[in-house]
């Protein structure tokens, strides 16, 4: 947390909110609040380059991939990959998880990732 100190401070003199939980991760803690946003009349812009996200696009969600400098939204998804935010599926394995593709979605996209917990 030490490390962190800095910009914690910096972000309160800025009065932006800070949302963590113990035992969650950023992605967790994003996707309950974009849930939650959702029934708002709002646009709500998601700045990651975490590709777990395309799953939370929406006609109001889009996600700004600062390292690529470009925004997406779900005809962004679609004319790339091919695929619609409820088909962006993840799988939570460290290898590629036989059960997931044979089984659940073989038609669909997967995207293996390691996911730790805090």
């Known amino acids: 947390m030490e490390l962190f100190a800095g910009i914690y401070k910096v972000v309160r003199a800025y009065n932006i909110p800070i949302y ?3 035992g969650y991760e950023a992605d967790d803690i994003i996707s309950a609040l974009v849930k939650k946003l959702s029934e708002k ?3 709500i812009i998601i700045a990651t380059s975490d590709k777990d996200m395309e799953q ?10 600062a390292k690529k400098g470009v925004m997406i939204d ?6 790339e990959k091919g695929i619609r935010p409820e088909q962006v599926v993840v799988c939570r394995c460290n290898h590629v998880c036989k ?4 089984s659940k979605f073989p038609e669909q996209f997967f995207e293996f990732s390691v996911f730790s917990r805090i």
Do not use: D
């Open 20 to 22: 963590a939980a113990r």
């Open 41 to 43: 009349n709002v646009e």
């Open 56 to 65: 939370l696009l929406s006609p109001q969600v889009k996600i700004f991939n």
């Open 74 to 79: 779900q005809e962004t998804l679609y004319r």
């Open 99 to 102: 059960e997931c593709i044979e």
